[in-house]
């Protein structure tokens, strides 16, 4: 079992074997901020930092019989998977138990709120539970930057939820998806999963595949062929072949959009999106400022 389940099943029972939902977000969120371990990753969603991951997870637990098939969290074994967490992050648990004790619900929100202000950036409830000059307050947190621009990005190494992170942090509006086939064994990076986390998370996905490096160039990368040939090629070879594309791309950069263009690596240089923004950034119509994320 993937040791964040065990996280996360121990957290569900040292408050008592069953929270609500939104509850069980909150603490987990609030747990993995206050010991600085990932074990999940977050982003700002409609009620504050939230989870895929942590939902999927809940999903092929209660497949495994672990937990109940109900809406909430709740424990369906009596084993204790507190006990098989190492010490210290046992410790860190029912230490952290023993300071939130009872907050939930609406409480447990604000409190959430006031000490991770970021997350509340796309927040449905937030003037429920503060004035408008306490909200005000909470956005001094907030990247207010729309400037339209084009950013680069690849998941390689990051979460569904922490990638998600990264393009609310820098107000990402259009993601484009620049694999020329959009299959990935990471969880939710798979084109109709994507497609689905993206625009749930509030922004427009739309796929290039033509814009992308079929995998017959790719062949033998990092033996037989090195980065720069693969490259040259893509620049020389297929970017020529593809105007309508680059006209497509450049006509969305003018749209006073925030677009982000993904790939897997982590690093642009070893990617093919570096090759194409300077190919677009050679064109008189492309005029936008461009930042690659790390």
Same mark, same amino acid.
């Given at each position: 079992?993937?040791?964040?389940?065990?996280?996360?099943? *121990?957290?569900?029972?040292?408050?008592? #074997?069953?929270?609500? /939902?939104?509850?069980?977000?909150?603490?987990?969120?609030?747990?993995?901020?206050?010991? #600085?371990?990932?074990?999940?990753?977050?982003?700002?969603?409609?009620? #504050?930092?939230?989870?895929?991951?942590?939902?999927?997870?809940?999903?092929?637990?209660?497949?495994?019989?672990?937990?109940? %098939?109900?809406?909430?969290?709740?424990?369906?074994? $009596?084993?204790?998977?507190?006990?098989?967490?190492?010490?210290?992050?046992?410790?860190?648990?029912?230490?952290?138990?023993?300071?939130?004790? =009872?907050?939930?619900? =609406? $409480?447990?929100?604000?409190?959430?709120?006031?000490?991770?202000?970021?997350?509340?950036?796309?927040?449905?409830?937030?003037?429920?539970?503060?004035?408008? =000059?306490?909200?005000?307050?909470? %956005?001094?947190?907030?990247?207010? &930057?729309?400037?339209?621009?084009?950013?680069?990005?690849?998941?390689?190494?990051?979460?569904?939820?922490?990638?998600?992170?990264?393009?609310?942090? +820098?107000?990402?509006?259009?993601?484009? &998806?620049?694999? +020329? /086939?959009?299959?990935?064994?990471?969880?939710?990076?798979?084109?109709?999963?994507?497609?689905?986390?993206?625009?749930? *998370?509030?922004?427009?996905?739309?796929?290039?595949?033509?814009?992308?490096?079929?995998?017959?160039?790719? $062949?033998?990368?990092?033996?037989?062929?090195?980065?720069?040939?693969?490259?040259?090629?893509?620049?020389?070879?297929?970017?020529?072949?593809?105007?309508?594309?680059?006209?497509?791309?450049?006509?969305?950069?003018?749209?006073?959009?925030?677009? *982000?263009?993904?790939?897997?690596?982590?690093?642009?240089?070893?990617?093919?999106?570096?090759?194409?923004?300077?190919?677009?950034?050679?064109?008189?119509?492309?005029?936008?400022?461009?930042?690659?994320?790390?």
């Amino acid at each position: 079992m993937y040791y964040r389940r065990k996280i996360l099943l *121990a957290l569900i029972e040292v408050f008592g #074997g069953s929270l609500q /939902n939104t509850d069980c977000e909150k603490l987990l969120f609030n747990f993995c901020q206050q010991t #600085g371990k990932n074990h999940y990753d977050f982003f700002p969603y409609k009620f #504050g930092p939230f989870s895929f991951l942590s939902y999927y997870d809940k999903r092929r637990m209660i497949d495994l019989g672990l937990l109940k %098939q109900v809406d909430d969290f709740q424990l369906s074994t $009596k084993h204790s998977y507190l006990k098989d967490l190492t010490p210290a992050d046992k410790t860190a648990l029912l230490k952290f138990k023993s300071q939130i004790g =009872d907050l939930r619900g =609406d $409480k447990l929100v604000k409190k959430i709120y006031r000490d991770f202000p970021q997350y509340t950036s796309r927040s449905k409830i937030a003037s429920r539970h503060f004035t408008h =000059d306490e909200i005000r307050q909470l %956005q001094f947190a907030w990247n207010t &930057d729309t400037n339209p621009a084009m950013f680069s990005i690849g998941y390689e190494g990051l979460t569904i939820d922490s990638f998600l992170n990264k393009l609310i942090a +820098n107000n990402i509006t259009v993601v484009v &998806d620049v694999r +020329n /086939n959009p299959q990935s064994m990471k969880y939710g990076f798979s084109k109709k999963s994507f497609k689905q986390y993206i625009e749930s *998370a509030g922004m427009k996905y739309i796929h290039i595949p033509e814009l992308g490096i079929p995998s017959a160039m790719r $062949k033998g990368l990092g033996e037989s062929v090195s980065h720069k040939t693969l490259f040259k090629a893509y620049e020389n070879k297929l970017l020529p072949k593809q105007e309508t594309e680059i006209k497509q791309l450049i006509d969305l950069t003018n749209q006073n959009e925030r677009i *982000a263009l993904v790939c897997f690596e982590a690093d642009h240089n070893f990617c093919h999106r570096h090759t194409l923004i300077e190919h677009l950034q050679k064109n008189k119509s492309f005029k936008r400022a461009v930042i690659h994320l790390s």
